[in-house]
Each structure stands twice: as structure tokens, then as C-alpha cells.
């Protein structure tokens, strides 16, 4: 079974700041992991996902997320946080073995940038 | 270039009554994914299809629920004789194979109100 845990329900963190956002997972084989960003009453939009390689991942409105297999992590972070990047945030697991690769996703973390 | 679309975006069902929830998937994408999303709780899968062909539903409740993706046409998810309970956000989302690297492109969502 796979598994994926955002520990944070909430991040507050100040405009100007670094942000992380935390993510775990727990698969059987190799990960396949994905953020996503969901905006009040919107569908869910793909930031940037890890598939092999470099473990540092570069997505979209300067976001990245290091893979870490030892801590089996692939936290989310920005340099400078903006207001706009205020959202609920998902991280998402896939395996590569056999069936039919259906993704865990966390239940989510909201992220509140004060100005 | 169109993405994932639903409709309708909102729709008011009283119980017992039947709710239909249509997606057409991004151009030359043939698999569709329906999720759940209720509040504090994160998305939960339901079904995964591909043209004509149910390939996964195991988070699908085995009473009142069923889905279908027709060789032409959006994909539907049915609710038959609904309850408050099935009050909540249903999102589609899309991708161009099967692959567990796929990104998924979801839909804006239909927000399902029971009263």
C-alpha cells in the first residue's frame, strides 16, 4: 500500500520568506511524486513532479522540491513567498509497479502568506 | 487549447433525485480519473477510465454510483437517488496514457449540494 503524509494542515509564513511545505510518502518500489495547488473553488494545478534524476525539481512560479529518498520526503519550497502563492497545497505518490498506478494524494496543506 | 472540462460547475440535486456530472477529458487525452473532495478530508479516487472501458473502481461506493467514458462523448459520473451525504466537490482529471509518470490535468470540479 502507499501512503502520502503532509504533516502541516497549515503554514503561516511572511511575504518575502522561504516556505516549505512538508511531504512524506510511503510506497513499496520506486516513488513517482507530484505537487499540486489548488485556489478556492478550482481544480487542482500541477506545480512539478519527480520522476528520476537530479533530486532537486524546479516547477512552475518558482516553486522546488528536493527528493530525498533516505527521509522518503520530497518537501515543497520557495525562496520568497508571495501573497498570490496563498492556496491549498497536495503532494501526490505513484509507484512504478504493476497495476494500475492509481496516485495517493495528501490531504493537503494550506499555505496563508501575510503581507 | 482547452483543458479538462466539467459541467455543470454547480448543481443542486434534492435527495433521492439523480445527478450527472460530465467531463471531457484535454484533447488526445483517453484516460479520466474522477476524485471526491470533501472538506478537511483531501481527494479521494473513485474510478479510473479509459475510452469504453472501466480499468479501476475501487474507491467507487458499490450502490448508487457508476461511471462511464463512451467512445464519443465526455466521461459521466452518476449518482442515482442521492444523499446529503453526497454533498461535495467531484473533480475529473485527465491524462495522455496510463503511465504512473503522467501528470494528471484536472478539471475545475462540479460542486454537488444535497438538500
Not at chain 1, 511524486?33 to 512552475?60: A, E, H
Request: proline share 7%; glycine share 8%; hydrophobic share 35%.
Amino acid at each position: 500500500a502507499q501512503s502520502v503524509a503532509q504533516p502541516e494542515d497549515q503554514v503561516n509564513v511572511a511575504e518575502g520568506n522561504p516556505l516549505t511545505v512538508k511531504c512524506t510518502y510511503s510506497v513499496s518500489g520506486n516513488p513517482y511524486l507530484f505537487w499540486y495547488v489548488q485556489y478556492p473553488n478550482r481544480g487542482l494545478q500541477f506545480l512539478l513532479k519527480y520522476i528520476t534524476g537530479d533530486n532537486l525539481v524546479k516547477g512552475s512560479y518558482g516553486f522546488e522540491a528536493e527528493f530525498n529518498k533516505s527521509q522518503t520526503s520530497f518537501h515543497l519550497k520557495k525562496p520568497s513567498a508571495l501573497v498570490s502563492d496563498s492556496a491549498l497545497y497536495f503532494c501526490a505518490v505513484r509507484v512504478a509497479s504493476g497495476g494500475s498506478y492509481i496516485p495517493t494524494f495528501g490531504r493537503g496543506t494550506s499555505l496563508i502568506v501575510h503581507p | 487549447n482547452a483543458g479538462v472540462m466539467q459541467n455543470p460547475r454547480h448543481l443542486v440535486r434534492r435527495r433521492g433525485q439523480e445527478a450527472r456530472l460530465r467531463c471531457s477529458p484535454m484533447k488526445g487525452h483517453s484516460h479520466v480519473y474522477w476524485y471526491r473532495q470533501l472538506p478537511e478530508e483531501g481527494l479521494k479516487f473513485m474510478v479510473y477510465l479509459q475510452k469504453e472501458n472501466i480499468i479501476d473502481e475501487s474507491g467507487m461506493p458499490k450502490e448508487r454510483f457508476s461511471a462511464e467514458f463512451p467512445k464519443e462523448g465526455p466521461s459521466i459520473l452518476r449518482i442515482q437517488q442521492v444523499v446529503r451525504g453526497d454533498s461535495a466537490a467531484y473533480f475529473c482529471a485527465s491524462s495522455p496514457q496510463g503511465l504512473p509518470t503522467d501528470t494528471q490535468y484536472f478539471g475545475p470540479g462540479t460542486r454537488l449540494t444535497v438538500l
